[in-house]
């Protein structure tokens, strides 16, 4: 029985020549913090037309936000923030940008030791400035969702933080600003907006066919439109395709009332804190071995998936999810994305670092009902080597 609040205020500007409108997005007292990654929105031009748009107000800069965003690096921002009282951040960037700005916005009102957000998950969180985004990479959600992901380096850990009032005012999403993004981030972004449907629909029965329609959906659209952004960097409709089927994947719509199991990111994140892997490397690393290991509990929607999204409906109901997950992996494989740990040259060890950051930081029962404990992490980390 569905039963559900949804919430969602973030305000999307989608389209080409949208950067201007910044110039109403952002009110007109705001004393800004501009907030963005490494070179690329500079090269781009997109920093010169947010300059531009902002224009006459008080903006100050921050950029060297990493991929993976650093705690230790955003706490620079704080202190930026606090010296010069300025009191709207706006991110101009892809996911790592958008969730390092979530955190300083949340960190610059935060009374005591910022850990306590990340140690928290969010739940110590009870202000955060107002903050805007420029989305430059289609691939998390974060521009459309109140959650961050931010590492703490000292301690090697990489910890997702949520709360409501981390929601983006506005997020402009110009496709035109996405060609340049490399092919590897393309094939990334694809990977992980597919991993978010899945880890909102890859789990039991829930009486939801609006929401199982679209993810199913969705999967589709990103399994056409990976080769073809591809195929056609500066493709406009493919580009846009891509960027909002990124947006709607993990913007809340899908996942309304439904059951979730975020097993595959929770996995995930430590390979990236300790061995630097993408995100979405991660990703396609775990899912493939998540569903071998978890076939029984995820069954009846396997065979759902199995049909509906890969049109597989020869051979018996195991031969069926065989093929469904074989064709998952193709997928990412085909999207230039290895699915093994031993791709990476990582083997028995790392799968015993994994666990254990993960059972260090409390994370010992993820999955649908919480019966992926820490063996059942080994079993899985075990299926992807
Ligand atoms: O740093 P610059 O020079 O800007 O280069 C970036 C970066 O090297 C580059 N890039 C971005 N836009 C570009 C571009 N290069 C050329 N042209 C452009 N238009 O791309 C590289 C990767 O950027 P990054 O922001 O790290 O990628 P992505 O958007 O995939 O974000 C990944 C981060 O988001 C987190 C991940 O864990 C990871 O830290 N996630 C956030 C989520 C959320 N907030 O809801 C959910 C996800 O599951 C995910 O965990
Ligand atoms: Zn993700």
Known sequence: MLNFTYYNPTRIVFGRDTIGQLSELVPAEARVLLLYGGQSAEKTGTLAEVRAALAPRTVLEFGGIEPNPHFETLMGAVAKVREHRLDFLLAVGGGSVVDGTKFVA????????????????????????????????????????????????????????????????FSILDPVKTFTVPPRQVANGVVDAFVHVAEQYLTVPDAAPVQERMAEGLMQTLVELGPQVR????????????????????????????????????????????????????????LPANLIVRRGVKRAKLLQYAERVWGVRDGDEEARIDQAIERTRAFFEEMGLPTRLSAYG????????????LEKNGIT?????????????RQILQAAR
């Not at 935060?110 to 202000?127: E, H, N, S, Y």
């Not at 899908?254 to 430590?270: L, N, Q, R």
């Open 106 to 169: 949340a960190a610059s009102c935060f009374d005591g030791d910022p850990v306590q957000i990340l140690k928290t998950r969010g739940a110590a969180i009870t202000q955060a400035l107002p903050l805007g985004a420029v989305l430059t990479l289609a691939a998390t959600g974060s521009e459309m969702n109140p959650t961050g992901v931010v590492t703490h380096v000292a301690s090697q850990t990489k910890l997702p933080f949520r709360n409501p009032l981390l929601f983006p005012r």
């Open 365 to 377: 029962r993820l999955g649908e009902r919480g019966e992926v404990t820490p063996a059942v992490m």
């Open 231 to 286: 195929a056609n960097p500066q493709d406009y409709d493919a580009r846009a395709s891509l960027m909002w089927a990124a947006t709607m994947a993990l913007n809340g719509v899908v996942g309304a009332g439904v059951t979730h199991d975020w097993s595959t990111h929770g996995i995930g994140h430590p390979l990236t804190a300790l061995y630097d892997m993408d995100h979405a490397r991660t990703l396609a690393i775990l």
């Open 346 to 357: 990582l083997g028995d060890e790392a799968i015993d670092a994994v666990v254990g950051q």
